[in-house]
């Protein structure tokens, strides 16, 4: 009852819904860190070491790392009562509201409840995560953001989050002179695979920065992209 009525109208962007997705119920087994904007439906899926509240803090505080921004993109998260989310308010303490759904009121946070079930058409329940690479992971976060939604009048979540992205200004240089050299040593790797041996680069946006206006455009596969919400990830070695 907490949560503003206009994110509960989805009239504005920057509002998440977050969750893990379990594979296989064992003991150091990893999971899956979800998170659904809920306006855009643009999803994030973070492989994490396990579901205990170190992991979880760990995956957020390296996607706000570095990233004067992520107020802006992030302004609420919504969580159900799990365990693992015992440090979300600590962790995010001035730089997201965090907001906790009712026990048993998984319809508060019906959008990543939605979209969790499209990943289990690929990751079904008992199935071992260490199954699963980094590359096999992101693979499914594309497909799941780059599939036109009728809600959105048949954009794809990455067209949609494009849009707001535009209307954000980026005033922290410090964070463009970062994304250029990740992108310096992303080229590099691809000639000597031992730059990034200790990183696994996300989701990223291709955006020109002139003055202080983020200028949209389209999605490029064929070029890292950069993006203020880019993060960079241990890579995960089980």
Do not use: C
Request: proline share 5%; hydrophobic share 35%; no cysteine.
């Amino acid at each position: 009852e907490e949560r503003p009525q206009t994110i509960h109208d989805r009239t504005t962007f920057g509002h998440w819904e977050i969750d893990t997705v379990i594979g296989k119920k064992t003991k150091d087994e990893p999971v899956l860190l979800t998170l659904t904007e809920r306006l855009t439906r643009f999803q994030v899926i973070i492989k994490i070491k396990s579901k205990q509240e170190a992991s979880v803090n760990e995956a957020l505080r390296l996607l706000a790392q570095d990233n004067p921004n992520f107020p802006k993109l992030f302004k609420s998260i919504t969580s159900d009562n799990g365990s693992e989310f015992a440090g979300l308010t600590e962790t995010l303490r001035g730089l997201s509201d965090v907001y906790f759904a009712h026990p048993y009121a998984s319809w508060e946070r019906g959008t990543n409840e939605k979209h969790n079930g499209i990943i289990r058409r690929f990751i079904p329940k008992g199935k071992s995560l260490k199954d699963f690479t980094f590359k096999q992971i992101k693979q499914l976060t594309h497909w799941m953001n780059h599939l036109p939604r009728k809600i959105l009048n048949y954009q794809t979540p990455t067209e949609a989050i494009l849009f707001h992205f535009n209307q954000i200004q980026a005033t922290n240089w410090r964070l463009v002179s970062l994304l250029q050299k990740v992108d310096d040593l992303i080229l590099q790797s691809a000639k000597a695979n031992k730059i990034l041996k200790h990183f696994e680069i996300f989701d990223r946006f291709k955006f020109i920065l002139t003055g202080d206006t983020v200028q949209k455009l389209k999605p490029n596969p064929e070029l890292y992209l950069k993006a203020i919400t880019m993060s960079a990830f241990p890579r995960e070695e089980i």
